[in-house]
């Protein structure tokens, strides 16, 4: 019962800095999500891929590329990281032809220094 | 937009209180609602939901109603327990694809709820 599975769990980068988040499900999902979780903020959209090939921007994809190399995954790319972007990443997987409901991974807590 | 608002906590409870935490909504079409939990250091988990008025969603001693006409799915749950400290997350799916729900979440800030034994 893997679900959908991210990684890294901790990454601590420098300014400037890139890296990817990794995400995978196995639920045969459609539909993947990024979102970042903030205090204060709940969490919010950066993008989505509603099938493979497609992707979308949410409410905050400023700083953010991804790529969905295939249904299975859905990756997130920092170019250049800037200490606002010091949250908790979260991926997500749902189908929404059948049900509304999304899972989520276990989060990447990012700090930028 | 559609957009979310919930109570602000965070939420101090002794064991066996009662809980409300009240969950407003803002959307175009008919959304899907939820609540999502997370526990310390854990993803977002569903813990209810409901998709057209007047459904009743529950789990776990939970339970939230949608209610069309005042825009709310506020969480209750008569007797709250320790295991019950978490962050609640009150969200809508928003319409778009597939002839309803696009997907997309949208989130209120969360409500921390402590339960003191």
């Known amino acids: 019962n893997a679900g959908v599975t991210q990684t890294p769990k901790f990454q601590v980068l420098k300014t400037g800095q890139s890296m990817t988040l990794q995400c995978a499900q196995d639920m045969n999902h459609n539909s993947m999500y990024w979102y970042r979780q903030d205090p204060g903020m709940g969490l919010r959209l950066i993008y989505y891929?509603?099938?493979?090939?497609?992707?979308d921007k949410g409410e905050v994809p400023n700083g953010y590329n991804v790529s969905r190399l295939n249904k299975r995954e859905f990756s997130l790319r920092l170019e250049s990281a800037a200490p606002s972007q010091t949250s908790v990443y979260f991926c997500?997987?749902?189908?929404?032809?059948?049900?509304?409901?999304?899972?989520f991974g276990q989060g990447t807590r990012l700090t930028v220094v | 937009g559609d957009s979310v608002t919930q109570m602000e906590g965070p939420v101090t409870l002794s064991e066996e209180a009662f809980l409300t935490i009240n969950c407003t909504y803002t959307a175009t079409g008919y959304p899907s609602l939820f609540w999502y939990v997370q526990y310390p250091g854990e993803g977002l988990q569903l813990l209810l939901k409901?998709?057209?008025?007047?459904d009743k969603g529950s789990n776990k001693g939970f339970e939230a109603t949608y209610r069309k006409e005042t825009t709310s799915f506020h969480l209750e749950k008569g007797s709250v327990q320790v295991s019950d400290s978490a962050v609640y997350f009150c969200?809508?799916?928003?319409?778009?694809?597939?002839?309803?729900?696009?997907?997309?979440?949208?989130f209120g800030k969360g409500t921390k709820l402590s339960v003191k034994p």
């Open positions: 997500a997987s749902s189908d929404p032809r059948t049900d509304t409901e999304a899972f």
């Open positions: 891929s509603a099938s493979e090939g497609t992707t």
């Open positions: 409901a998709t057209k008025a007047d």
């Open positions: 969200a809508l799916s928003v319409s778009g694809n597939y002839g309803g729900s696009q997907g997309n979440l949208i």
